[in-house]
């Protein structure tokens, strides 16, 4: 079932990873950022991370969600608790699926 | 040249910081190998796409509009929207890229995910002149062993994924092992209380603005954070180190 215009629209997808993420250094016409914003930027990688995290932690379907009873706030705690109790991520990772997957798969949260 | 670039013991080092997260984005990558496939995808197509595209994002986003028989231009636009933090984060990088010829820093571009990005600006906060050669080769060896530790975890867990797919339940929610790797990592970049606030602006603006389509509420959160970092911060005051600590 594979077609040749699929096959095209996923070469297409992969130059656009290209492109995106080279935007800005694709010209080798030479400027500067100013100041402020360079400076700005270095706010931008925590940032990032937490725009990607926190919907996926706190919301279902779009909605911020209603209820306490979620496994994933119970596994976000304990990652994060793990994080400052003893450092690592791996760690972190395992920690917060230690909770998450019974409360999700036995409880049903 | 190449090999030079493998020795160096930054590179290891690259290698060594992506290594424990690799677990997480691995399961995260599994997850979206097996959506490809229950999509209806067919195997070869979702092959492809696990191994060239590299971006789980916008294959998530794509893969219905695939199915759905949208026009070309709308999926790779669709992408590239969904993408976009992928831009701010060139803007970043580019002093550090500059001294590359043209197809060097695409590579290095295509390779660079969020986490690379996240690692490489924590290791190397400030870019080197383009004549200290030693402190060049050390940085991309770092995003070299960084990016290799990466892409072979994501997409050797993808094509697991794309493999096991029927064996594998979604409503496990192995995914969710991908938010728990980047928790760790924000939490190792909360280094300063502005980076705090950073982190806080950029998620409650990231849930604010969440009906706004393509993933753009992402970018509004970005530049939100960004700005009430920049007015908060004390005039006069000198760039902020990043990774000094942590």
Redesign the interface.
Known sequence: ??DG??????????I???????????S?KPW??PA????????????????????????TQ?Q?IATWQD??LF??LA??GW??WR????G??IA??AV??PL??GLGW | MTAALLLHPEFRQGVRDMA??A??TAAWGLMTGVAMVKSG??L??AV??GV????GS??LA?TPL?LASAP?WV??AT??CV?????????????Y??HQP?WR??V???F???LT??MF??RH?LPVSPDDIASLRAQEAYLAGNCVMGWFSWVGASLLGIALANAIPMH??LG??G????????????SSR??VV??????????AA??LPLKL??LV??AA???V??VL?KPGMP??K?GSAA
């Open positions: 079932m594979t215009w699929t096959v095209m629209t996923i070469f297409g997808l992969a656009v990873t290209v492109i995106t993420r080279s935007f800005f250094f694709i080798s500067t950022l402020w914003a360079q400076r700005g930027l270095h706010y931008a990688p925590i940032a990032a991370l937490s725009a990607v995290i926190i919907p996926e932690i706190v919301m779009g911020l496994a994933r596994a976000a990652g994060v994080f400052f450092r690592g991520v791996l972190t990772i917060g699926m998450y997957l999700h798969i | 424990p997260v677990a997480g995808m067919s070869f197509e492809l796409m060239i595209v590299f971006a916008s294959q794509a695939i070309m999926i790779l992408a590239f993408n976009l933090r992928f831009a701010v984060f060139s803007a970043h990088l580019r002093p890229f500059m043209l820093r695409l290095s571009g295509y660079t995910a969020d990005y996240v600006t924590h906060p496990w929610g969710f092992a938010i728990l790797a980047l928790l760790g990592i924000l939490c190792s970049l909360a502005l980076r950073s982190a806080g602006v950029a998620g409650a603006a990231a849930v969440f009906a509420n992402i959160a970005i954070a960004v700005a970092c920049l911060e760039p902020p990043a």
